[in-house]
């Protein structure tokens, strides 16, 4: 299966502290994204980064991406209570026909005030 | 540029009856995708789709589940016979290209509760 492992699956954290959940997953890929959902709402993509790279920033988010450990990590610096949501990452195939995502189980951050 | 509609948002349906998810693609996307969700767990991927096509319904059960994306209209997941079981959030999502080439755009989801 190439679906993705997060960890931790639930973190809780003080506003203004970094937030750092990684991901896991078990085939090569062509590229791995980061989705974020709040609770009873559809999933916003939040960053991708293609199999070639090795870091991505985006605003308060830093993405990194170990193809030899099959790892990634998703960091949100100075935190919101905003922030408060699940996250989910997903990877994309890299073989012919694999061109569905898979997303993992998603790590629950809230973001205490 | 109105984003990926599902309708409807909440569905209740006895043990037997059918189920009918509708969900328009953002404009200028032509593949379509449906996942399923249950409470606090990931999305489960089902079926994807582009117009008139089905490419790749390796995550769809094998009976009373089917979807189309038909050249005019929405696309339709359909859940005949509903169980229990079936009870979950369904979500669909778009794209301009392969997913494996670039982001997916999510609709709010279809919450299907079976009673």
């Known amino acids: 299966s190439q679906q993705g492992e997060e960890d931790p699956q639930a973190l809780s954290i003080q506003e203004g502290e970094n937030a750092t959940m990684n991901c896991s997953y078990k085939t090569s890929i062509n590229n791995l994204q980061w989705y974020r959902q709040n609770s009873g709402r559809g999933l916003v993509h939040l960053i991708l980064?293609?199999?070639?790279?090795r870091e991505k920033h985006s605003g308060r988010l830093r993405v990194t991406l170990d193809t030899s450990k099959k790892s990634s990590s998703l960091l949100i610096t100075a935190s919101r209570a905003a922030d408060t949501a699940s996250y989910f990452c997903?990877?994309?195939?890299?073989?012919?026909?694999?061109?569905?995502?898979?997303f993992g189980q998603g790590t629950r951050l809230t973001i205490n005030p | 540029n109105a984003g990926v509609m599902q309708n409807p948002r909440h569905l209740v349906r006895r043990r037997g009856q059918e189920a009918r998810l509708r969900c328009s693609p953002m404009?200028?996307?032509?593949?379509v995708y449906w996942y399923r969700q249950l409470p606090e767990e990931g999305l489960k991927f089902m079926v994807y789709?582009?117009?008139?096509?089905?490419?790749?319904e390796s995550g769809m059960p094998k009976e009373r589940f089917s979807a189309e994306f038909p050249k005019e209209g929405p696309s339709i997941l359909r859940i005949q016979q509903v169980v229990r079981g079936d009870s979950a959030a369904y979500f669909c999502?778009?794209?301009?290209?392969?997913?494996?080439?670039?982001?997916?755009?999510f609709g709010e989801g279809s919450r299907l509760t079976v009673l």
């Open positions: 980064i293609r199999s070639n790279e």
């Open positions: 997903a990877t994309a195939g890299l073989i012919q026909g694999a061109q569905k995502l898979v």
């Open positions: 789709l582009q117009k008139e096509n089905i490419i790749d």
């Open positions: 404009k200028g996307h032509s593949h």
């Open positions: 999502a778009s794209s301009t290209d392969r997913a494996n080439t670039g982001e997916l755009f």
